[in-house]
């Protein structure tokens, strides 16, 4: 297998405790670390220090599952910070790492959320992305207006808001060009009005003005990331996104949805380098395979039976599994539901590999679906160089299993032995924005487009 001229790009996802959904049990971990500001600023500069390209924070708006009679036994990851409000301290504390905050279409405006990733954007000096995501939680609607799931957007309606969504949030973004400020005290004049543009956007479901009242950053405009796999998502991730959070399971999957989405790129007019995919993955590693494989089953032993099966059943949209036997099969005609249906069919496909529901909850323990890897640095890396080396990924989003020390365990581990390798920078990575830690080019703004087509032509 050939190398890559390229490095593979590594993103730290967040999440109070950890991300093995008995992480808050552990006895290494403080239980309570989602409401700690502290403990996010540590893990922030532990990451930066590392060598980390981005922070990423995940999002939801509500608290879920309040009517089960697991809700005191699962609510632990779901008590947490605001993520733009957390990114805005991290900022303050860090000074190069990449800040991305998801945000939901589904329960937003445009205008609003433009206007707050845009001044984060400026805050960081450039260095925040946008996780564009429309919301499959029930719960969530029955915040915003919906007094059940019969209320709720379908799934292809989510997805015809978020595209114009993201086309409103773009234009807002352009509103003003890169030398709009003049700062002229003598003659006071404050700005070049001409270089001011309205967004005016009426459409199906946003009628938008604008301007927006934040300038454009250094960057030009917060990196788009999205995370969506169903043909829709896949869809807008190929004409919008820069950045994608991958949910795979085995190297011929990532391959496939990495060909997929850079081939729709490309037919889009795009260039596929300028997406990177990113697919998640949660490492327990050790000197050892087999100190690493007991660390795993150590966290594994801490699953609650019926914890295990509320997430199972959750990542299949709130199917009813209680009446099932948890040694028994997972049926394979499940009612359809209104959720996320690219976590659905991976689960599924897991279940016909003759998984019983037991063995599937504690496999989706660890990283909710994503990859989990255990073994020691050289066995986890070698997956880890497939994966990039092979084209099924351009860097890995990490979830550790537990904080801080799955976190600890890679930066001493994992990392050397990527750096050995020359799968990452020896001295870290480059570049003060965002844009330029993943390798992406600069925004030019649409009017300056213009103005050089008109000059060439």
Known sequence: MSKRPDTLKLGLFLRATGHHIAAWRDTGSQADAGIRLNHFIDLARKAEAAGFDTLFLAD????????????????APSLSFEPLTLLSALAAVTSRIGLVATASTSYSEPFNLARQFASLDQISGGRVGWNLVTSSDPDAAKNFGGASEGNQAAHADRY??????H???DKLWDSWEDDTLLLDKEKGVFLDRNKLHLADHHGEHFHVRGPLNVLRSPQGKPVLVQAGASDDGRALAAATAEAIFAAHQSLADAQAFYSDIKSRAAVLGRKPEHIKILPGVTIFTAPTSAEAHAKHQRLQDLVHPQVGLSLLSGLLGGVDLSHLPLDGPLPQDLPATNASKSRQQLILQLAAEGLSIR?????LAGARGHWTLVGSPEEVVDQLQAWFEGYGADGFNILPPTYPEGLDDFIALILPELKRRG???????????????????YPAHPATLLRERSVAV
């Open 160 to 165: 015809s808001r978020a595209r114009e969504f």
């Open 359 to 363: 063995q599937l909850y504690l496999r």
């Open 60 to 75: 939801s708006v509500s608290v879920r599952g309040i009517d089960a009679p697991t809700f005191d036994r699962v609510i």
């Open 423 to 441: 799968l990452v920078p020896e001295d870290g990575p480059t570049g003060n924005t965002l844009r330029e830690r993943l390798g992406l080019p």
């Open 167 to 169: 086309e409103v949030v």
